[in-house]
């Protein structure tokens, strides 16, 4: 029962170029949703969030953008830099709090130069 | 202002044995959770607790395993007579109260072998 799913396991970007990373859920009862980027031999660290009442954040060069008829958010990064590549999770929690997050399994970014 | 910590980083355990994992939360933190990420999957929420309490353990496993978070010292994760599939990178995160995002720990290795 996979509720939050990110389809492209890897993804690979050429330097200056926008990556765009994508995830869908499938419990209507999420309604805050988060990024997080993880480098090998760390724990994930947070990037940015966006709750249900929005459909887009942006914080410099991350933007996240909610549709949630389609129950799909993305996060984009631009210009994409080297130092982005990482493996980037999507997590969602439910109206309740953000106690307990459902992770995506992950995509892979690369950065290449 | 030291992050989450979690120690060992790396431990290996023979099957039948116990593991015994250790999180000491960001200075102000009251509330830990516990994830568990298996290889080429996302984090899996386990436990959230707060001192003296476990708060929702609905992702424990219901035989072995079990947490604790006393008055003084770390959280413990325990994990008695361990096998292979158990094998798995366990990440600690606290957060100042129940409704801000937490901080993410570097993670424990265990490998059972």
């Known amino acids: 029962d996979q509720q939050v799913k990110q389809n492209s396991p890897s993804l690979s970007v050429q330097e200056g170029r926008i990556s765009i990373l994508n995830c869908d859920y499938t419990?209507?009862?999420?309604?805050?949703f988060l990024w997080y980027k993880k480098y090998p031999a760390e724990g994930p660290t947070f990037l940015i969030s966006?709750?249900?009442?929005?459909d887009k954040n942006e914080d410099g060069r991350f933007t996240v953008f909610l549709n949630k008829s389609a129950k799909h958010l993305s996060l984009h990064i631009v210009p994409s830099q080297p130092g982005d590549s990482a493996v980037y999770f999507c997590a969602a929690s439910a109206i309740q709090g953000a106690q307990k997050l459902v992770f995506g399994q992950g995509t892979r970014l690369t950065i290449n130069p | 202002n030291a992050g989450v910590m979690q120690n060992p980083r790396h431990l290996v355990r023979r099957r039948g044995q116990e593991a015994r994992l250790r999180c000491s939360p960001m200075?102000?933190?009251?509330?830990v959770y516990w994830y568990r990420q298996l290889p080429e999957e996302g984090l899996k929420f386990m436990v959230y607790?707060?001192?003296?309490?476990?708060?929702?353990e609905s992702g424990m496993p219901k035989e072995r395993f079990s947490a604790e978070f006393p008055k003084e010292g770390p959280s413990i994760l325990r994990i008695q007579q361990v096998v292979r599939g158990d094998s798995a990178a366990y990440f600690c995160a606290s957060s100042p109260n129940r409704d801000s995002s937490y901080t993410f720990g570097s993670g424990t290795r265990l490998t059972v072998v």
């Open positions: 200075k102000g933190h009251s509330h």
């Open positions: 607790l707060q001192k003296e309490n476990i708060i929702d």
């Open positions: 419990n209507s009862m999420f309604d805050y």
């Open positions: 966006i709750s249900s009442i929005k």
